[in-house]
Each structure stands twice: as structure tokens, then as C-alpha cells.
């Protein structure tokens, strides 16, 4: 893809000083320019749109992206709440804003943008989602609930969707339905490794530690497939089925698993990465 993009930014930058105020041929560089991670240059030419066209709320949209991922966050809170302003119907621009709150620790302007797009798009099933994440993080479980919910209602076969709700009820102790759902998840999608993990933790907290190691097992052989690049995930599993072992009092085979993932994780990120891990 990005190889692409790089060949339409050589075409496109040909072309621009035949028609240097073409704000459309301008916009598809700045568009290629960010694609290809040139994200100054992409920035700097979506500026000079802007000053062509202030009204274009798409613009707007697109600077404030670069700039999030330049981590110029006021820059990028700026645009974006232009964009809104010039269009409240951006639900683009209300997404983007409302994952810098998020990441910025503004969870509660996060919840109203998230809330915002649901009323003008009210299948926008990601926003309900991260709804439901938010009011998981407050303790608010009945709106989490309804929130997962409600996602799960726009796209039942998305077995992310399962995984979320299903976390929330062994949260709260829901057991049964939490099975169900993890297990929904992984019908969806038999290599879904999230939910054999996070079943595998369900059946720890039930005393079913033959029934953990099994989940647990599952998820490490789909890490370990060549068609899965996920090492965080692999060194986690490896951990998981380390203190599964432990319950079970095999402190052998706890070992085992608890030194594979420290020497995993060190190969990866160096001596400090899990020193927890050895505890």
C-alpha cells in the first residue's frame, strides 16, 4: 500500500506546478505525503489548503490526524475542533478528537464525542464500543453493558464484540454469560486467541484449572502459527499459562512457562521488560 502511495505522490508532485491552487490535486499529495509517513511535508501542504478553502471541515479533519500523529496534540485538538465546528456532522473528526481525549486522560470529553457520534450515526458500532469502555473504566457496568450490547446488536458476527462483553460479565461475576460469550467469540472465529486467553483466566478464577491450561494451550498454538505476529501477546500467554501451573501447585511446569516468557520478552525489549516475571 504504501508503495502505492509513494508512486501517486511522484505523479501527483509532476503535476502541481501546472496548477499550483488546484486544492484537490493538492489534497491527494498531502493525503499520499501522509501515507508514505512524510507527515511534516503532509501537514505543511494541508496548511496551505486550508488558507484555499477554510471551509473544507475535511481538511480540517485530515491536519488534525497528522498533527495527532506528530503528537503535536494541541495542533491536532485544534484542527479537529474546527472541523467539527465547520460540520457537526463529522463523525470522522468526532472519532479522531474523541480518541485524543481518550489517550489524553479527558475520558469524560471522550465519553460526550462517543456519545455525540451515536445520536448522528446511531450504527456506528465502534463508538458504542468504546463507550462501553469508558463506562467499564468508571464502574458504570449497567451503561457498559447496554453499550456492548448494543454493538453486538449492529454486528453480531464480530467476535471482538463477544470478547468485550464477555470480559465485563466475569468482571462482574456473571459467569455463565461470560462463557457463552468468549465462546461466541472464538465460533466466530476459532483463532481468536484473545478469548481462549481471557477463558482460560475465567476458568482459573472458578477453581477449573484443567479447563484454564486447555484455553490457555489453544491460544499459545495459534500464537505460535506462522500466520500470527503478536509477541506481546505470545510472552502474555506464556505468563498465563505459568500461573496456571502454579495453581495447580506444578511448579515445574510453572517455571517452564515463567522463564519462556522472560527470555522471550528480553530477546525483544532487553533486561527490564519483565522483571515481574520472575518473581
Known amino acids: 500500500i504504501q508503495g502505492k502511495h509513494k508512486k501517486a505522490y511522484e505523479i501527483l508532485k509532476s503535476i502541481i506546478p501546472l496548477t499550483p491552487n488546484n486544492k484537490n490535486l493538492l489534497r491527494e499529495t498531502a493525503f499520499s505525503l501522509q501515507k508514505i509517513g512524510r507527515l511534516e511535508e503532509a501537514a505543511e501542504m494541508y496548511e496551505i489548503i486550508t488558507t484555499l478553502d477554510p471551509n473544507d471541515d475535511g481538511i480540517f479533519y485530515l491536519l488534525g490526524d497528522v498533527y495527532k500523529e506528530l503528537k503535536m496534540l494541541d495542533k491536532a485538538t485544534n484542527n479537529l475542533v474546527k472541523a467539527i465546528k465547520l460540520n457537526p456532522q463529522n463523525t470522522s473528526a468526532r472519532f479522531s478528537l474523541a480518541e485524543l481525549y481518550k489517550d489524553t486522560g479527558e475520558s469524560e470529553k471522550a465519553l460526550q464525542e462517543y456519545l455525540k457520534i451515536t445520536t448522528i450515526n446511531p450504527n456506528d458500532s465502534h463508538s458504542h464500543t468504546e463507550l462501553g469502555h469508558l ?78 491450561i486447555d484455553s490457555i494451550s489453544k491460544a499459545l498454538q495459534i500464537l505460535e502459527s506462522e500466520e500470527v505476529n503478536d509477541n506481546f501477546s505470545y510472552a502474555y500467554t506464556l505468563k ?20 519462556k516468557a522472560v527470555k522471550f520478552q528480553r530477546e525483544l525489549f532487553g533486561d527490564k521488560s519483565m522483571e515481574y516475571l520472575e518473581a
Open 135 to 212: 463506562y467499564s473504566s468508571k464502574n458504570d457496568f449497567d451503561n457498559a453493558l447496554k453499550s456492548y450490547k448494543k454493538a453486538i446488536s449492529i454486528k453480531p458476527k464480530e467476535p471482538f464484540f463477544h470478547d468485550n462483553i464477555a470480559n465485563l460479565y466475569s468482571r462482574i461475576n456473571q459467569i455463565a454469560k461470560a462463557i457463552k460469550h468468549f465462546n461466541l467469540a472464538i465460533d466466530l472465529d476459532p483463532k481468536y486467541f484473545y478469548s481462549y486467553n481471557s477463558l482460560g483466566n475465567l476458568y482459573k478464577k472458578t477453581g477449573e484449572l484443567r479447563k484454564a
Open 240 to 259: 498465563n499459562m505459568g500461573w496456571a501451573y502454579q495453581e495447580m501447585r506444578n511448579y515445574s511446569e510453572a517455571e517452564k512457562y515463567f522463564k
